[in-house]
């Protein structure tokens, strides 16, 4: 038996174990360039429309901050691998999460003391999960360039940016394998993860960005390489070779560290807490709050203050953007005229944003099931806390914490969008007043998961889940589906006035608000009535 | 004096399974109860609805002279429950979850909080996800312990603890019994600990209460296994009353006797002169096998 036995019995369990998830993701990060370039190909359809629409994107630091450094030739192919690079950043995020749930986790779980204790080698675990990440990173960029090469790029240039997303992919994977063996609970060392791959983002976007001196910034960033391929233009492909024996060095720390360390145990000491609890900590409220507030700083920073800066940044630019090309000015004139692009803009930026937070608001109502479920919330209520004080101190989260989240979302694209013009003192009301206008359809949401908590506890997830995902695709997609105005009508968000630009509509912010109202009261008043847990 | 719990012809069902199916329950104030019973025979159910946190469909409880139900909050005030798996939040401390729940119910005493720390040997530095399920079980413990309240519902508290860890479980529960002169409910399958710390046992079965009493009441309902030598082939013995399990080879008889009717089977031996006998008392877990197994069906 040799360190690494009985890897490939472990690749088919993780296979196994996500039959539906890795599908699904594989998919998803496949067709997001392909989508890219069929809707590119048709709007901006000669070499000078395309190199004025990256001349006017490339203007916008914010979004060389994003996609890096103009590509230096105007081909379809070259602008879609420029355009895309966000993708790069959600591939290296995936395989983060990905290594991290099948290291970690699984220790952390006890799974893997069990699996080691059968014939399996010490090594297996983590090479198993490397060889997956990195074979579903692969998969992945080949169908990448089969997309391109489907809208009639040359082949060269899409096997080129097909690697390069995978090994944004495998390389982002030998990392997490790395911070997997830090700590011993799998939040930290995704938390961990993700703050690197921030880090290589950052170093990658000021390289770009302030160029000249520092462009070896983004050399010493491992998205920066990605990026550097310059695939549809140069295809360097000797950058792979720089990812190839980054990823090796990585995978082999990893494997030595995981070596040298005990089953369970990280290489950094477990924090230990408090022996006495805050003389605050004596309410269900403050309990929640300590639940609560990783997730709600999360969004905050995530989506209030680096979002609403982007959503701010680019309003500005995407005014240009309209100015230089003709059929999109023709279809904006229909709406509503060149003048309110930016508004356009932001009402739609805004509107995207609230769905992202409806997830907030739906995950922090479903808490409470999972505290049930793990039976956590049983101590509690057999202690002298009635069930309406412990669903309130969790309901704060799902109602508040959304409007808060979309106030400063609100407030930092108003600030940003505001100075860009040179008038904050207009722009800061109306855009958050934007914000705030999606509020009635965010509580729709929340309120929804909190009725079936009370009516169906062990549907509330999925169908809390799904209506945002039909919400979503309604939202995303109904129009160009040409879906029937009453099916379309079927999310709350259909029925949110388009602000700012357009005028505000009370009654249906008001029967939306009143609807969460009604949901929320079902929701709470079958929970007083049912049993608990169950499980 | 009243009763601390009284709970009668209680029933819970849960879709088609029938949890509960008439469950009698007394608890008397200042005593501990052993409750006993199979996996699955409803002592938990019992439990939960005593917390209000389940909703019986039938019969009636009452706990602490008020309805589980209705006066849930103001009844948790005076009252501590430990489950048998204790799960903690992973991000909070042990000492931070002993704060809390005691500051929920009807407050903490620090000094026995330290006490009680010093005795278990419990770390209360470590994060939630960090302790083992012994550990868990003990945060739950020094929680519900340390709390100033009259009743405890224990629910298979032990499970997880090393028996040196049990030891000292059963000596703090006798020291809170004998000098606070607090009620325990406790929910257990270890026997050993039940003989050492309940007054009375109700043990239950198929959501039914089968047997309660002390334990001497229930030792009387149990078998005395009996080997005996004679001078003369017994006779007669088959046919006697309360005689199980007869084995006669010349003079030599064993045979078990339901303690009820010992005296005469006793008798019925001596008549035929007893050269040498040998008797065994009947253990409690004779007593438990008897009920935990499911009876064939008539």
Known sequence: ?535 | MENAISVSGLTKRFGQTKALDGLDLAVAQGEVHGFLGPNGSGKTTTIRILLGLLRADGGTATLLGGDPWRDAVALHRRLAYVPGDVTLWPNLSGGEVIDLLGRLRGGLNPKRRKELLERFDLDPKKKGRAYSKGNRQKVGLIAALASDVELLLLDEPTSGLDPLMEEVFRQVIAEETKNNGRTVLLSSHILAEVEALCDRVSIIRLGKTVETGTLTQLRHLTRTFISAELATPPNGLGSMAGVHDLHVSDNHVKLQVDSAQLDPVLRQLTSHGVRSLVSQPPTLEELFLRHYETEPVK
Request: glycine share 12%.
């Open chain 1, 1 to 535: 038996m040799t360190a690494f036995t009985g890897t490939g019995s472990l690749v088919r369990l993780i296979l196994r174990r996500d039959r539906v998830l890795m599908p699904i993701w594989m998919l998803f990060m496949a067709v997001l360039p392909l989508s890219l370039a069929s809707g590119t190909a048709a709007i901006y359809k000669t070499d000078a429309e395309r190199q004025g629409y990256i001349d006017d994107l490339g203007s916008s630091p914010m979004l060389i901050l994003f996609y890096g450094q103009k590509p230096s030739d105007p081909n379809l192919g070259a602008l879609i691998f420029w355009r895309s690079a966000t993708g790069i950043v959600i591939m290296a995020l995936i395989a983060v999460l990905f290594v991290i749930r099948h290291t970690r986790l699984e220790e952390e779980a006890g799974r893997r003391e069990l699996l080691g204790s059968a014939v399996v080698g010490r090594h297996a675990g983590l090479t198993a999960a490397l060889v997956a990440i990195s074979g579903a990173s692969l998969g992945v960029g080949v169908l990448v360039a089969l997309g391109m090469m489907s809208q009639q790029t040359p082949a060269s240039g899409a096997f080129a940016m097909g690697m390069a997303w995978a090994f944004a992919g495998i390389m982002f994977g030998a990392i997490a394998a790395v911070t997997a063996q830090l700590t011993e609970g799998a939040g930290a060392a995704r938390g961990i993860g993700i703050g690197l791959l921030g880090l290589a983002f950052a170093v990658r976007g000021v390289g770009d960005v302030v160029a000249g001196g520092w462009a070896w910034l983004s050399w010493i960033s491992p998205l920066g390489w990605v990026n550097q391929v310059h695939a549809f233009t140069d295809n360097r492909w000797w950058v792979f070779a720089l990812a190839i024996v980054a990823t090796v060095a990585l995978a082999a720390l990893a494997l030595r560290l995981s070596a040298r360390r005990d089953v369970g145990a990280g290489l950094l000491p477990p924090r230990l807490g408090p022996a006495t609890a805050a003389p605050s900590l004596s309410s269900p409220l403050a309990l929640a709050w300590r639940l609560h507030k990783g997730s709600l700083y999360g969004w905050l920073v995530g989506l209030g203050v680096v979002g609403g800066v982007l959503f701010g940044g680019v309003a500005e630019t995407s005014t240009k953007l309209l100015e230089d090309n003709e059929q999109l000015t023709e279809i904006l004139a229909r709406i509503g005229g060149k003048s309110g692009a930016a508004d356009i803009f932001l009402a739609g930026t805004l509107g995207m944003g609230a769905t992202a937070i409806a997830a907030y608001g739906i995950a922090a109502a479903l808490r409470m099931r999972t505290e049930e479920a793990s039976l956590r919330s049983e101590p509690l209520l057999a202690a002298s806390v009635s069930r309406m004080r412990w669903a309130a101190s969790h309901l704060v989260f799902a109602f508040l914490g959304p409007t808060v989240v979309m106030a400063v979302t609100g407030l930092f694209a108003g600030l940003v969008y505001g100075a860009s013009v040179d008038n904050i003192g207009r722009e800061v009301p109306r855009v958050v007043g934007g914000a705030l206008v999606q509020l009635p359809a965010i509580w729709v949401l929340g309120a929804l998961a909190v009725a079936m908590f009370g009516l169906r506890p062990r549907l509330a997830p999925a169908i809390g889940w799904g209506a945002l995902s039909l919400c979503i695709v309604l939202g995303q997609i109904g129009a160009a589906l040409q879906l029937s105005q009453s099916l379309l009508d079927v999310s709350p968000f259909t029925h949110i006035p388009r602000v700012p630009g357009g005028s505000v509509a009370f009654t249906p912010l008001l029967i939306l608000t009143a609807l969460a109202v009604a949901l929320a009261a079902v929701g709470l008043a079958t929970f007083r009535r049912r049993d608990i847990p169950v499980t």
